[in-house]
């Protein structure tokens, strides 16, 4: 099969390396791909915002699948795109419809949509500049800390708690004006839930689905979860409080419930679905949908599937997922994200990195990386995940923190503390 993989990012790293293993694979493109996704096909510059151009590369190149990595082209309506095209109809395409990306798109949609059937989140209501002093008073209605979010895509930064009522009133009203664009043009505001996260995936082809393995992200870029939030600085998986009945919990209340919604919506939905989940004194909530697989969960998550991907995609765009089986490593994987210096705020590109080949028992998977004549550089504020196996946390986490060591770039800077909460 000629495969077409939209992204640049750890995810898609993770995807080709998962892809290139397959004996089904003719040849992979990544458009645009980095350093990493170099190795495992060949990464094609073509702006993939310009659905056109996708056309005209996938009728070239006979592709036979496409995977869209990032939200952005989903929202945008790719799927849409391909399926109304007498050229591309014919071409399977794993991500949703516009109808539903807009679980992600939209938070003011999803909840509705949790709303509608019964999914467990926090209670919340939503609000525009036309009815902003509605927005105070609910405000006023909720203990601290105060959760706003952008309805719209706002890059990993549309998601703002804070502790002063005041303060959220003032910053309330900042997004309404224009904060974050257009995605900030509505706001949802929600009730805080106190209790500890985890990511949660499924794969569907509109009709019946498979869970892969779970994960949990580190949003912070300071030890001890302190500091700013980023795109994320390291994962592990499996999750040891996600126990079979915490995640029959899962099941019932959100994956059935949110599967059948889609369903009765009329939304044919292939793809994979992400469950932001959080665990309230053993009963599990939705904090938001994503529409694709996270980043850097995927890193994870994706070394500890022992089936061959690319024949579950098949199963996905066939409508026969409930043929496959997927077989699952029962050992844990931990990744460390190296990072530029002064990320998530402004950092510099350009970086030449170093000792990647003195890693040794760990997988890599760049980020923000590029080449740059003949040279590894850095070209983004994530540059590198570290993924390694182990039979329990600290075996795996041992193992990526040896090696995060050992690369070196100017301003490099990891965690050390991932998964000990877990310990």
């Given at each position: 099969?000629?495969?077409?993989?939209?992204?640049?990012?750890?995810?898609?790293?993770?995807?080709?390396?998962?892809?290139?293993?397959?004996?089904?694979?003719?040849?992979?493109?990544i458009a645009p791909g980095n350093a990493g996704t170099h190795e495992y096909g060949e990464n094609v510059n073509i702006n993939t915002a310009k659905f056109s151009e996708v056309k005209n590369f996938v009728i070239e190149k006979h592709i036979e699948l496409v995977i869209v990595g990032p939200e952005q082209a989903l929202?945008?309506?790719?799927?849409?795109y391909f399926l109304a095209d007498d050229k591309l109809k014919h071409v399977p395409l794993i991500g949703p419809v516009?109808?539903?990306?807009?679980?992600?798109?939209?938070?003011?949609?999803?909840?509705?949509?949790?709303?509608?059937?019964?999914?467990?989140?926090?209670?919340?209501?939503?609000?525009?500049l036309?009815?902003?002093?509605?927005g105070y008073l609910f405000l006023e209605s909720l203990k601290p800390p105060y959760v706003l979010k952008a309805d719209g895509l706002a890059a990993g930064k549309g998601v703002i708690i804070l502790e002063?009522?005041?303060?959220?009133?003032?910053?309330?009203?900042?997004?309404?004006?224009?904060?974050?664009?257009?995605?900030?043009?509505k706001v949802v505001i929600e009730e805080f839930l106190k209790g500890i996260e985890l990511s949660v995936f499924v794969i569907t082809?509109?009709?019946?689905?498979?869970?892969?393995?779970?994960?949990?992200?580190?949003?912070?870029?300071?030890?001890?979860?302190?500091?700013?939030?980023?795109?994320?600085?390291?994962?592990?998986?499996?999750?040891?409080?996600?126990?079979?009945?915490?995640?029959d919990k899962i099941e019932k209340r959100i994956i059935i419930p949110t599967n059948k919604g889609l369903v009765k919506e009329g939304i044919h939905y292939k793809g994979f679905i992400f469950f932001g989940i959080i665990n309230v004194d053993g009963d599990p909530f939705v904090i938001e949908y994503n529409v694709r697989l996270g980043d850097p969960e995927t890193e994870v998550v994706?070394?500890?599937?022992?089936?061959?991907?690319?024949?579950?995609?098949?199963?996905?765009?066939n409508e026969t997922l409930?043929?496959?089986?997927?077989?699952?490593?029962?050992?844990?994987?931990?990744?460390?994200?190296?990072?530029?210096?002064?990320?998530?705020?402004?950092?510099?590109?350009?970086?030449?990195?170093?000792?990647?080949?003195?890693?040794?028992?760990?997988?890599l998977f760049h980020a923000g990386t590029k080449i740059d004549c003949k040279n590894i550089v850095t070209n983004g504020g994530r540059v590198i995940a570290i993924t390694s196996f182990g039979d329990n946390i600290s075996e795996a986490l041992n193992k990526s923190l040896k090696n995060a060591q050992k690369i070196d770039f100017e301003g490099k800077y990891y965690r050390k503390d991932i998964g000990l909460d877990l310990k």
């Open positions: 099969m000629n495969i077409l993989l939209i992204g640049s990012g750890g995810r898609e790293n993770a995807l080709a390396w998962k892809i290139a293993k397959s004996p089904k694979l003719s040849k992979l493109y929202v945008n309506g790719i799927h849409d516009k109808a539903g990306a807009i679980l992600e798109g939209s938070k003011d949609f999803a909840k509705s949509f949790m709303e509608k059937y019964s999914i467990p989140t926090a209670k919340y209501k939503s609000f525009t036309d009815n902003l002093n509605e002063d009522i005041a303060q959220t009133k003032s910053t309330l009203k900042e997004m309404l004006e224009g904060k974050f664009g257009v995605a900030s043009n082809d509109g009709k019946s689905y498979k869970i892969l393995p779970e994960a949990k992200d580190y949003k912070r870029i300071g030890e001890g979860d302190t500091g700013l939030n980023t795109g994320g600085m390291g994962a592990i998986s499996p999750v040891p409080f996600a126990d079979k009945q915490f995640m994706v070394p500890r599937i022992k089936s061959d991907l690319l024949d579950l995609f098949e199963h996905v765009a409930e043929k496959a089986i997927i077989e699952i490593d029962s050992r844990t994987t931990a990744t460390i994200m190296l990072v530029s210096g002064g990320y998530p705020e402004s950092y510099q590109n350009g970086k030449v990195i170093r000792n990647l080949s003195h890693v040794d028992d760990s997988l």
